[in-house]
């Protein structure tokens, strides 16, 4: 089966811990079915629900972070609310990532 790409959104102190190496997981609804193998596109997004963007003068584009995704636990176990999943983050060489 061929790997899915999610794109998420991330609340922005989210999104900086991960990028800075401090949170290498996720807790979402699982309303998409992830799975091991996938990929996440993780989309920076502020308080209000703006997604941040590449500095002026660049291209415009989103300030994304992609991950693949490793561990799972599915809810209904361990205290995680059913329909919930936590799965684990893990890089991908040549991972494309549009940070400035």
């Given amino acids: 089966m061929a ?15 991960i990028k800075a190496g401090e949170k290498g997981f996720e807790v979402r ?7 091991r ?8 997004m ?4 703006h997604y941040y963007a590449t500095p002026p003068g ?3 584009g989103t300030l994304d972070l992609e991950f693949r995704i490793g561990w799972t636990l ?4 361990f205290g995680i609310e059913p329909g ?5 983050l893990e890089s991908i060489p040549d991972a494309k990532a549009m940070i400035p």
């Avoid at 919930?84 to 684990?88: D, G, K």
């Fill in 74 to 77: 599915q809810g209904g176990q």
């Fill in 3 to 17: 790997e899915k790409i999610h794109t998420l959104k991330t609340a922005a102190t989210a999104w900086d811990a």
């Fill in 37 to 44: 193998g996938d990929i996440v596109r993780l989309r920076k």
């Fill in 84 to 88: 919930y999943v936590v799965f684990q």
């Fill in 58 to 60: 660049n291209t415009f």
């Fill in 29 to 35: 609804r699982n309303d998409r079915f992830f799975q």
């Fill in 46 to 49: 502020s308080e209000c629900g």
